[in-house]
């Protein structure tokens, strides 16, 4: 197939999420109000109670809204796939997400384009908190506003791919807002945006491990290193991985030919 169908179709996809995104203003200030909420009242609540973290890669004592940060932009990043991925379920009970499946395009690069279509979204949410944050001094060099770019798009896809293979598999809008609050809570509260891996292991030796192997703590800890110029190469591969099971699957569930089976074998 020409390539130029190709890049239509990819322009098409963002056009539209990007128009989606500009008409829906509340998404966008939604998006930020919950890290906000975080770092204005929880963090500081938490910092009475936890004083300063010391932690990689700081090797120093800091406040506590700067080690959180991290894992409220990693928020934002989960936030954003799963509202994309819940207007993927909108859009396929309405029909257009059956109509664009069925065309020649391999369906693939239909869930690549949105899907980078939504990252492309949530970084722009990310640096707008970045700015509001610097009000609470969180403010990292400012080659970190550069070297972070890298760790919000690998982030974000697999963010992204995580709420897209839950999308393919709810079949009903209602059912997936119920899934979503079921994912996103666990996720964020069993990993390392609240509190260092260090700190949950001395006090609970099998919730480390889930807090280590959560997927939640690979994007907060690439996002923490690269804030601040630097790279954890265990984190990234993680990543990686992490993406490519979680988008593997969103391909698989959203194959037209796997959805007749199931309706055949339904009947």
């Known amino acids: 197939m020409d390539l130029i169908i190709y890049i239509r179709c990819f322009k098409g996809i963002v056009l539209r ?25 929880f963090a500081a609540g938490f910092r009475s109670v936890l004083g300063v973290a010391i932690i990689p890669p700081y090797e120093t004592y800091i406040p506590y809204e700067v080690y959180i940060a991290p894992g409220l932009i990693a928020m934002i990043q989960l936030f954003n796939g799963m509202q994309s991925s819940l207007s993927m379920v909108y859009d396929r009970e309405m029909g257009s997400m059956k109509t664009m499946l069925v065309s020649p395009i391999p369906r693939w690069f239909l869930l690549i384009s949105k899907l980078l279509a939504g990252v492309f979204v949530s970084i722009l949410q990310v640096y707008a908190f970045l700015m509001i944050a610097s009000l609470w001094d969180i403010i990292p060099p400012i080659s970190g506003y550069f070297t972070i770019l890298p760790a919000l798009i690998i982030s974000g896809l697999m963010l992204g791919s995580l709420g897209m293979f839950l999308s393919s598999a ?39 491990y889930v807090c ?38 969103s391909i698989l569930g959203y194959d037209p030919a796997r959805g007749n089976l199931q309706k055949k074998g339904g009947k």
């Open 170 to 208: 709810i079949k009903q809008l209602e059912n997936f807002a119920g899934v979503m609050n079921f994912v996103i809570f666990p996720m964020f509260f069993a990993s390392s945006a609240l509190y260092p891996l260090w700190k949950i292991e001395e006090t609970s030796e099998w919730l480390y």
């Open 17 to 41: 999420e990007a128009l989606r995104f500009v008409h829906q203003k509340e998404r966008f200030f939604s998006a930020l109000v919950r890290p906000l909420v975080w770092l204005g009242i």
């Open 212 to 249: 280590f192997y959560n997927p939640f703590t690979y994007a907060v800890e690439s996002i923490r290193f690269s804030l601040y110029s630097q790279i954890n190469i265990e984190y990234t591969i993680g990543i990686l991985l992490f993406t490519f099971i979680f988008l593997f699957l």
